[in-house]
Every structure is written in C-alpha cells, then in structure tokens.
C-alpha cells in the first residue's frame, strides 16, 4: 500500500506563499501521474494541478500563472508552490497518486493538509 503524507499547509495572509510537499513511501517515477486536489467547505473537491511522469504539467485556469507544481524524484516528493495567495484558495489540499497498467488501476491520496488565506 502507498502512502502519501502531505506537509507545508498553514495560515497565510493574502498575497502571501506556501510551499506544499507530498513524500510518498516508494518510487514516485512509478506513477503516471501525481497532483494536488482541494476541497473548500461545502464544495467538491476540485483538480488543482498535475504533473505527469514525463514532467508535463496541467493547472486549473484560477491557479495558473500563481501556483507551480513540481517534483523530486530521488526525493519521493511532489511540490506545489503557491504564491499570490487569496482568501478563495482556502481549502484543504491533497495529494495524488495515479498508476495505470495491464488489468491495473490504482487511485491514491494523502490525508490532506490545510491552508488557510485570511488577514
């Protein structure tokens, strides 16, 4: 089983920045794709950003150019930067993992780490 442990969340006023990262328990190389997902109170949680073995990223169009995804993978580690933040950012964050292979398909995530915007 993976496990995936997020870390970096807070409180941070708006404009601020925090960096988010996600060590997972083995090889992250082995996922086609890893990423960042929220969920605000009361909303459903919602795709962030994802990077893909390869490196490509994708971002949500409220995040982009603000937040940069990125990893490590002699680390084990994804990261999200997050700067300009604003109070809409608000949420909990977690972590994915996703590896596809002949009669396989495994969806992982973390516990969640929360950030709050507020001043």
């Known amino acids: 089983q993976v496990q995936l442990v997020e870390s970096g969340g807070g409180l941070v006023q708006p404009g601020g920045s925090l960096r988010l990262s996600c060590a997972a328990s083995?090889?992250?190389?082995?996922?086609?794709?890893m990423g960042w997902y929220r969920q605000a109170p009361g909303k459903q949680r919602e795709l962030v950003a994802t990077i893909a073995s390869g490196g490509s990223t994708n971002y949500v169009d409220s995040v982009k150019g603000r937040f940069t995804i990125s990893r490590d993978n002699a680390k084990n580690t994804v990261y999200l930067q997050m700067n300009s933040l604003n109070p809409e950012d608000t949420a909990a964050y977690y972590c994915n993992a996703v590896e596809v292979g002949i009669n396989r398909f495994n969806n992982y995530w973390g516990q969640g780490t929360q950030v709050t915007v507020s001043s």
């Open positions: 083995r090889n992250i190389f082995s996922f086609n794709v």
